[in-house]
């Protein structure tokens, strides 16, 4: 638990240090698209670790870092206002973040089998 609860701390502020940073919804894209590529590739790279470093890696820090529930906010603003404009952020946060998971996947992978 302590481990998951570091991590989500560590990652919660590494969030909250990019919407600071960076303007507007691309700092939800950014976060997204990045936590979903370092959580594929921890995936790969942390299977032979500690049950620990693995949940305060993946559930922790990476799971904190990214947020379901602010793209949801921003996905149901959007189709109040455009249901075309909603539709298309929607797939296009769930196909980027599903996109980046997958090529985490393939490059952790590269050095696990090679």
Known sequence: MLAV?????????????????VPGTVS???????????????VMKLSGKSAELRLFISTGLLGSFTTFSAFSN?????????LATGILYGLGMTIAATAAAAAG???GRKGVSG
Do not use: C, Q, T
């Open 28 to 42: 939800l894209w950014i976060i997204n698209i990045v936590g979903s590529f370092l959580i594929g590739f921890a």
């Open 105 to 107: 996947l393939w490059h």
């Open 74 to 82: 921003d996905w149901f603003r959007m189709l109040e206002n455009s």
């Open 5 to 21: 609860g570091f991590g989500g701390m560590a990652g919660s502020l590494l969030r909250a240090w990019i919407y600071a940073a």
